[in-house]
């Protein structure tokens, strides 16, 4: 394995940590919060994004007007049986919806939340790392590498996981002072 693509395979676990800190509600409108709302659609399942237009007009409304008014009910069917936890106004052309301003314990519960979904990330780096250094062991069985080379490859490994590792702690020091932020 290559050190290019263990750095690959680290950066889309950082990437999919990210976007799954994204999904979390902060009390702030963010568009984000419908990314994983699929819609039934004439017999077929399509994201809202492919369905509607999603916009915020102020820090606590989301706004989705739909192509085509006829799927007004079924969006607004779809988000109340996700788990978002808010609840769609239909006005007959567009479907808003209010970010209610989040409780002391719900913030709590939101960053125990996030530290898992961190933690979730890291573990998929260090698997990254796991698979790298038993490749590297077995080329150096193989007589592929020198026991040199392989210790210098386990530990430039070892430094990629710490830099994804940390970027990860940054990427959740952001996201809990986004939550904990009044």
């Known amino acids: ?48 994004k492919a369905l509607a237009n999603i916009s915020t007009p102020d820090s606590t409304t989301i706004a989705i007007q739909p192509f085509d008014r006829n799927t007004l009910n079924i969006i607004e069917k779809a988000i109340l ?8 106004n239909n006005d007959g052309s567009v479907i808003r919806l209010n970010i209610p301003p989040l409780t002391s314990d719900r913030r709590k519960e939101l960053v125990k939340q996030v530290a ?37 490859l386990q530990d430039s490994v070892q430094k990629l996981t710490d830099k994804y590792i940390a970027k990860i702690d940054e990427a959740l020091a952001v996201k809990e002072k986004d939550i904990t932020t009044v």
């Open 81 to 88: 049986m996700s788990d978002i936890g808010l609840t769609p």
């Open 1 to 48: 394995m290559k050190l290019a693509e263990v750095e690959d395979h680290m950066v889309k676990a950082l990437e999919a940590a990210q976007r799954s800190f994204n999904t979390i509600r902060t009390g702030r409108a963010n568009t984000s919060l419908l990314d994983r709302i699929i819609v039934e659609y004439y017999g077929s399942q399509m994201h809202l």
């Open 116 to 152: 898992k979904l961190a933690e979730d990330g890291k573990v998929a780096v260090r698997n990254i790392r796991r698979d790298a250094i038993d490749s590297i062991r077995k080329q150096e069985k193989s007589s592929e590498f020198s026991k040199d080379e392989s210790a210098d």
